[in-house]
């Protein structure tokens, strides 16, 4: 249940100061997160010199750049949350100079704590900060940025650094006012909103592949006539049903987030653009390892189709139209989004990776929670030609990860 209620602050009702509704994906992130802390993060490795103050201002510049992040979620307007700007509230930097400080540990504080939806900004930063090198985490509401977001943000954050300007980006619309759905309304009164209890601390940890490896893998993978993902979902299915008895037992569900910005015709604005897709694996399957790939694949062919987007978006329009309340939406997340994996992978990083002196190095994302027992969390992004897979769970399953790595490698003889 959501904590004790936080007394809410005042709000000036100022029309100027609404952005737009939520739409109803976002909506029911904001259910959601009063629940249990939804927030999606990402730690980023980088090399050079910089000073604390440097990413102080690039921090200030990026916020000025992106509309939501200097936003609160008004739930008391009406029934339909909406964004509310909030000026003169810059986002938290968080600096850590102790060279024992681990991303895996900081990052883990910061998926675990709640956000409060009607206090801006919905965003957090921690800069473990050395001279030459630095690992810069950005954390926030789901509700208000996705895994890419937060990469492109990151893309900001270095090209201001670097003395880059960056112009004001406009607010986009919904992900459902994009695809040409219908914003619900309302005459009814808000309601208050909740920031969660905090959970247990998560267990955060990263591995990549070489360069080589990555190749090898890529090559296999075109060979085979399956994706990374595919390969990458074979390869946590094998080590995990290895390991655990459960996922031996039971069939695997493995929840696979797709982005669909450039379907919706958006370029690096920050807001939620994904469709979720789900893999779903009996027990008890003799497949081989490229047999469980192409499995995959095919299990996620129409992601991205405008029938699948459709169908998800009437979904999620559905469950938010009846006035869901924060407990129903929890009961639908236990009922139907309770896949025991949610694995994303964001692909190979969408720009270069130096600017100018700095080096972005290594990148662990999307790391993110969603409060479902025994969960499993699986990131992918490809930097420098490297693959990193970050795994994040409340109950980690005992070498999981590890397992991951060295299925694909036997797969590919690297």
Do not use: Y
């Amino acid at each position: 249940m959501p904590s004790t209620f936080l007394e809410l602050r005042p709000l000036t009702l100022q029309p100027s100061d609404l952005l737009r509704p939520l739409g109803a994906f976002e909506e029911l992130f904001c259910l959601l997160d009063q629940h249990f802390p939804t927030n999606g993060a990402l730690a980023a490795q980088i090399t050079g010199h910089t000073t604390i103050q440097q990413w102080r201002d690039a921090l200030d510049v990026v916020q000025q750049r992106h509309p939501l992040l200097s936003a609160c979620i008004d739930t008391t307007f009406n029934r339909v949350p909406h964004f509310r700007r909030v000026t003169g509230q810059r986002i938290p930097l968080r600096v850590v100079t102790s060279p024992n400080a681990r991303w895996q540990r900081e990052i883990a504080e910061e998926v675990n704590e709640p956000f409060t939806p009607d206090q801006a900004p919905l965003f957090r930063a921690v800069l473990l900060h050395q001279e030459t090198h630095c690992t810069f985490i950005l954390s926030s509401h789901h509700a208000v940025c996705d895994g890419s977001s937060r990469i492109f943000l990151l893309r900001d954050m270095l090209l201001s650094i670097s003395g880059n300007t960056l112009a004001a980006l406009s607010l986009a619309p919904s992900r459902e006012t994009l695809f040409g759905a219908k914003q619900r309304t309302s005459t009814e009164p808000g309601l208050p909103s909740f920031a969660a209890q905090r959970p247990l601390l998560p267990r955060v940890e990263g591995v990549k592949l070489t360069p080589q490896q990555t190749m090898a893998l890529q090559g296999r993978a075109r060979e085979e006539g399956v994706t990374i993902h595919a390969a990458i979902s074979a390869a946590l299915t094998i080590a995990g049903r290895a390991i655990d008895e459960n996922w031996r037992n039971s069939p695997l569900r493995i929840m696979s987030p797709a982005e669909i910005r450039n379907i919706l015709g958006l370029k690096d604005q920050c807001m939620v653009s994904v469709v979720g897709g789900e893999i779903f694996i009996a027990s008890g399957g003799s497949m081989t390892f490229w047999e469980l790939a192409r499995f995959a694949k095919d299990g996620l062919s129409a992601v991205k189709s405008r029938e699948n987007i459709s169908r998800k978006i009437d979904l999620h329009c559905t469950a938010v139209s009846s006035n869901l309340t924060v407990e129903q939406a929890f009961q639908l997340k236990r009922n139907v989004f309770n896949a025991q994996v949610m694995f994303t992978n964001l692909g190979r990083l969408p720009f270069d990776s130096t600017f100018g002196p700095l080096k972005l190095e290594t990148l662990w994302a999307p790391c993110a929670l969603r409060g479902i027992e025994g969960e499993q969390t699986l990131g992918a992004v490809t930097v420098n030609g490297s693959l990193h897979l970050t795994h994040i769970s409340p109950a980690p399953i005992p070498g999981l990860l590890a397992g991951i790595e060295e299925e694909l490698r036997k797969a590919c003889a690297i």
